[in-house]
């Protein structure tokens, strides 16, 4: 009976570890809220990497693809639109999601 209860307890916590989402633990997700106003170009293109487009004061990243939804599975990514001030420091940030 002993060895039930740790098998039971065991099997639930693999269950709930495989359930935890892993856009919270995508790099790019976090390094999304590190950014904040006042901070360099050059720092946001270190946590951010290379953007998808780039305008003369605002630069686009897209987010790793995640798949959501059940039979007929989508995929959606995470937009991070920065804007930069005459200096080259960021002014505003915004995000949303994009879904296929």
């Known amino acids: 009976m002993k060895y039930t209860n740790h098998y039971i307890i065991t099997l639930l ?12 633990d995508s790099s790019f997700y976090r390094a999304e809220s590190q950014i904040q106003p006042g901070m360099t170009k ?3 293109y270190a946590a951010l990497g290379h953007p998808v487009r ?3 004061r605002k630069v686009e990243w897209h987010g790793p693809e995640t798949k959501i939804g059940g039979p007929s599975t989508a995929t959606s990514w ?3 639109i920065v804007s930069f001030d005459e200096n080259g420091r960021v002014a505003a940030i915004r995000s949303h999601q994009e879904q296929k």
């Open 54 to 56: 780039e305008t003369d």
């Open 78 to 80: 995470r937009v991070v």
């Open 13 to 24: 916590a693999a269950m709930l570890v495989g359930c935890s989402s892993t856009k919270s």
């Open 42 to 44: 050059q720092a946001v």
